[in-house]
């Protein structure tokens, strides 16, 4: 499983987190509001959280989401006590303390025992510790909170939980997902039909989790925050220009889509990368394709970049490795022959 490889070689703390966003079932939107809950929290210092503190930022995050996307649980049709109360608290119709009373109620039922799970299987890594009435903060959330990447992870969560009440909100099944990249917007969108168009995330925020917060080729931290010295740019693998001779297509697809360091990204200019980043390729997109499919099960719904990169290079595995390899033979034996380019240093992978 690709969550496996993601954690496989001295994981670092910054490696567990993201796993439990990008691999941890997402049935609801709970996991993605108490993610963004924890790390807002985290930045005050306490240890001990009552129910009632983290109702709070609980509910508001669902109340936000709610507003551009009425349906945040695969059972839309369940009269849960909490979403109802967020949607009763949009509405006008309840107080805010009524709003947090049933959040610390209801809200907490089951996210709390299965947030730290990847795979059905609890991490050896945690980020609190459910008490009798609240949390305890473990040291490893602290710890988060100090390292360089954190900055990118409230971005990161937003970017995934985007990502799949896109799914739940256009009821998107195998044969409509459709997903672009703005490249002057900067941001991936879904082609419902020829008049309908909705946006979905930043493209930044969609890809960076997925590379760990790193530079595609060099491996240095980069940032996805505007305005950073060392903010990731989003590159073409396959250089925008191989359109043109047919190779490579489609050219926007978010297969082809890597982060790269600023440096990186004018060094290589439209040269064909070193053959050994085939590998890092392919790994990152199967990423893409390991993302739990829990709502598919229930409801036939399914996670757009991972639609969008099968139907894109391939339904197996093999046929996706094989797309990549024919392309860059091409793009090799054409257009980019004698024209391979790697970055003068990398750090370790």
């Not at 490696?15 to 809950?37: M, T």
């Not at 290589?268 to 739990?292: A, C, D, G, I, M």
């Amino acid at each position: 499983m690709s969550e496996s490889k993601f954690l496989a070689i001295e994981p670092e703390l910054e490696d567990y987190w993201r796993s439990i966003i990008l691999f941890g079932k997402n049935v609801a939107c709970y996991k993605f509001a108490l993610g963004k809950s924890l790390l807002e929290l985290a930045t005050m210092g306490k240890t001990i959280i009552t129910l009632d503190e983290l109702a709070e930022p609980f509910s508001r995050y669902v109340v936000e989401h709610l507003q551009q996307c009425d349906t945040q649980n695969q059972a839309s049709d369940k009269p849960y006590p909490f979403i109802q109360a967020c949607r009763q608290f949009n509405k006008g119709e309840i107080t805010k303390d009524k709003l947090i009373a049933t959040t610390a109620q209801e809200g907490f039922k089951v996210v709390l025992d299965k947030f730290h799970n990847v795979n059905s299987q609890p991490l050896s890594v945690r980020f609190f510790d459910k008490t009798r009435g609240g949390i305890t903060v473990t040291n490893e959330l602290f710890r988060l909170a100090q390292t360089e990447q954190f900055q990118n992870f409230t971005q990161e969560v937003e970017a995934r939980w985007r990502l799949v009440e896109t799914a739940w909100k256009l009821n998107i099944s195998r044969n409509l997902i459709s997903v672009n990249y703005d490249e002057d917007k900067k941001i991936l969108f879904t082609q419902v039909n020829q008049n309908r168009r909705v946006d979905v995330t930043s493209c930044r925020s969609a890809l960076n989790a997925y590379q760990r917060g790193k530079c595609f080729y060099c491996n240095v931290n980069i940032s996805i925050e505007t305005g950073s010295d060392n903010l990731g740019e989003v590159d073409h693998f396959f250089a925008h220009y191989l359109a043109n001779y047919g190779i490579a297509h489609p050219i926007n697809g978010i297969w082809n889509l890597v982060l790269a360091c600023q440096k990186c990204n004018l060094s290589k200019s439209n040269r064909l990368p070193n053959k050994r980043y085939l590998q890092r390729l392919h790994q990152r997109n199967e990423y893409f394709v390991q993302t739990p499919n829990t709502y598919k099960k229930i409801h036939g719904k399914y996670h757009p970049l991972r639609v969008a990169l099968m139907e894109q290079t391939g339904q197996t595995e093999k046929e996706r490795i094989s797309f990549i390899n024919n392309n860059y033979y091409e793009a090799a034996a054409g257009p980019l022959i004698n024209s391979t380019w790697q970055p003068d240093f990398e750090y370790p992978n």
